[in-house]
């Protein structure tokens, strides 16, 4: 009995290739719609799936493959002798190949004008079940689901028959496949319901590159992006120069450019290690990046820049005049590129830069995942409130609003001292708050005098005011909620330092 292949495919990419293939060495073809037509057209000899079935295609095409012909054919076991008399009693053929990809569910949901009944008829039902079933009985069916895959098909007939190893290896594939598809749909129809945390979760990425090592050199690591991410994501970036991405690179860049879109003025963000070391806001591109240089020129060296406006010539030799690891941008002018590749080792990132839009964020843990919303949280001028005596200047205020929004993308414990609109000093991930106090007054020196100081989180009791006072710090912003708020204002009051609180913490772990 000469051998089979079913192939019913949405994507025709290779598929003349290999069905020529199978042809040339005596295998029958079955096929469907619009994969039949093709074949026919070519001068393919092919069989109908209902000859196989005795049976048409019905509900518009919902069910055609969906039958004891075809699934019989491909899950039974071909040493199991019961199996094969049934197959003998039933006249059922074996299917020994199966090339099948689905319906374009992926690419129809993306669409921004879907319709809800668009997206279910492009759910594959058939499609799967067949890859299924073949998969499951790989030992016995070479089951392929991509067409990178044909060539190795055709190869494996050349020299005779698929191994067992390489139809393993298409089965995973087979079931990394459909799992994908399914985590897609189920998605896209729990966004249809008010379920934000149902009983189940699954997600799915899509590989975009291995890396060379992870954190330290002895750590395996890849880069997978979502299936439908922002453009103004950092898989989306377009690298215009510069070697390829380390895990560490993307992890900063990530945290830069989450920085840098949480402003509408011209702004510019350094960071090392996930941290802001300079921020700044300007009139314009420069200006700001001039700002948060001056931030931390020491930190600034060997970081990575975001800016949140098109870099000019201007701004590159400005840029090029220290080592940066990476630079990101909306865009860039061909003098800018001209100066800035000029240095081997830089990457240069392009991509759109939006105002942060709110996602889902998983951190994992032992044995499972913590799922929350992204912190978004903006500050409303009904949420401020001035509980000193003493009033913001115009100019305080315009400072302590720049540095409440710094002060959460910093890991805490937290401060920021900002004046200008500029970050002059950081204190992260400390285990208490003075000590965070202290490292940012030390790294802002002189320029603390007259700054302004934001924490995101409360003051437990007042010897961070003290030691703002003794810094000169001017106004400080916080959270409150602190048993012990009162022992902080009077300390302010006493001082002459002007206190607001906003009732929201900025908790970064």
Not at 99 to 118: G, H, R, S, W
Not at 239 to 248: D, R, T, V
Request: with cysteine; hydrophobic share 40%.
């Amino acid at each position: 009995m000469s051998k089979r292949a079913l192939l019913s495919v949405s994507d025709k990419t290779g598929l003349l290739e290999l069905a020529k293939a199978f042809v040339d060495h005596g295998i029958e073809l079955i096929s469907t719609g619009g994969t039949k037509k093709v074949l026919e057209e070519a001068g393919v000899p092919v069989t109908s799936i209902s000859e196989v079935t005795n049976f048409p295609e019905i509900l518009d095409g919902r069910v055609k493959t969906l039958h004891p012909n075809v699934h019989g054919g491909l899950l039974a076991k071909r040493n199991n002798e019961q199996h094969q008399a049934e197959l003998n009693e039933l006249d059922i053929q074996p299917i020994d190949y199966v090339v099948v990809n689905l319906y374009p569910f992926k690419e129809t949901i993306a669409k921004e004008d879907v319709l809800f009944d668009e997206a279910i008829e492009n759910i594959d039902i058939g499609g799967p079940t067949m890859l299924r079933s073949a998969a499951k009985n790989h030992q016995d069916v070479t089951v392929i689901v991509d067409p990178n895959d044909y060539s190795k098909v055709i190869e494996a007939l050349e020299e005779g028959v698929p191994s067992l190893e390489l139809k393993r290896d298409l089965a995973a594939k087979v079931f990394r496949h459909t799992a994908h598809y399914d985590a897609l749909v189920a998605e896209y129809l729990t966004e249809q319901t008010d379920e934000a945390y149902p009983e189940t979760k699954t997600v799915t990425y899509e590989l975009k590159q291995t890396l060379r090592y992870g954190e330290n050199p002895h750590q395996e690591a890849a880069f997978y992006k979502k299936p439908f991410a922002s453009a103004s994501s950092i898989t989306e970036a377009r690298q215009l120069h510069g070697k390829e991405l380390s895990y560490n690179n993307i992890q900063d860049a990530d945290a830069a450019l989450t920085i840098v879109k949480d402003f509408k003025q011209p702004a510019a963000v350094a960071v090392k290690h996930m941290n802001p070391c300079g921020v700044g806001v300007g009139q314009n591109i420069l200006e700001a990046y001039e700002r948060a240089y001056e931030g931390d020129p020491v930190s600034i060296f060997g970081g990575i820049v975001a800016v949140n406006r098109p870099v000019d010539q201007t701004l590159a030799e400005a840029l090029s005049s220290i080592f940066l690891e990476i630079i990101i941008a909306p865009s860039y002018t061909e003098d800018a590129l001209n100066q800035l590749t000029k240095k081997k080792n830089i990457r240069l990132l392009e991509m759109p830069i939006y105002l942060n839009e709110p996602e889902e964020q998983l951190k994992t843990v032992s044995g499972g995942v913590l799922i929350q919303d992204e912190d978004r949280h903006l500050l409303l001028e009904s949420d401020l409130e001035v509980v000193t005596e003493r009033e913001p200047t115009d100019e305080e205020w315009s400072d302590l609003k720049f540095a409440w929004n710094v002060i959460k993308h910093v890991k805490s414990n937290a401060i920021v001292l900002a004046k200008g609109e500029q970050s002059i000093g950081v204190g992260a991930g400390q285990m208490n708050r003075v000590g965070a106090a202290k490292i940012a007054i030390e790294q802002a020196s002189d320029h603390a005098h007259g700054a302004i100081m934001a924490s995101d989180a409360f003051f437990p009791m007042p010897d961070t005011v003290e030691v703002a006072h003794q810094a000169g710090v001017r106004a400080i912003i916080q959270p409150g909620g602190s048993i012990r708020d009162e022992d902080s204002i009077q300390k302010c009051n006493e001082y002459g330092i002007t206190m607001v609180l906003t009732g929201a913490r900025h908790f970064k772990h």
